[in-house]
């Protein structure tokens, strides 16, 4: 085990208690019966976005935000017109990954995909809860875990480097 590894471990530890906590939270203001899945979704945002360094954290982070936006709105407009299943979730997975690649933004196709998985299956659970209040929540959870995973790579001081490795 080295100090590096320590590092990552406490990073992954500290976003996914503040992504659950927070993203819970909130989404029990709006909609308590899927808070829990609310906070599991932001330790999921969290922990997707969460790199070794700071920059490759606010890469991730733009590909986690821009991504769970497209899915989010896929999978609105969806259950806005029809009603949940399986081969609505596919075709929706389908269509974001097409819109994704068509629209020049390839990298946030699998988080898009995951967005849209993510919003369907919520709405399979709680088919009274509302397509589009679904997605702005999942799309707020998906920014909270994000945001806690920046803010913990920014305050948390990096590692000196060697002078054989980059500073990021």
């Known amino acids: 085990m080295n100090r590096d590894g320590l590092r990552i471990a406490a990073h992954f530890a500290l976003v996914t208690l503040l992504s659950y906590v927070c993203g819970s939270r909130i989404t029990g203001l709006v909609h308590t019966a899927s808070a829990g899945t609310g ?10 976005a969460l790199q070794a360094t700071r920059r490759e ?3 991730a982070a733009r590909l986690q935000i821009v991504g769970t936006l497209i899915g989010s709105i896929v999978s609105a407009a969806y259950l806005v ?8 979730m596919a075709l929706c997975i389908f269509g974001t990954v097409l819109l994704c690649h068509a629209s020049r933004a390839p990298d946030q196709a699998r988080l898009a995909a995951l967005a849209v998985g993510v919003v369907m299956v919520v709405s399979s659970l709680h088919p009274m809860l509302h397509p589009v209040l679904n997605s702005v929540l999942r799309f707020t959870e998906a920014c909270v875990g994000t945001a806690v995973a920046v803010l913990v790579i920014t305050i948390w001081p990096e590692p000196k480097t060697r002078p054989d490795h980059e500073v990021s």
């Open 39 to 48: 906070g599991l979704w932001a330790v999921m945002s969290g922990n997707v």
């Open 57 to 59: 954290t606010w890469s």
């Open 81 to 88: 017109a029809l009603p949940y299943s399986e081969i609505g």
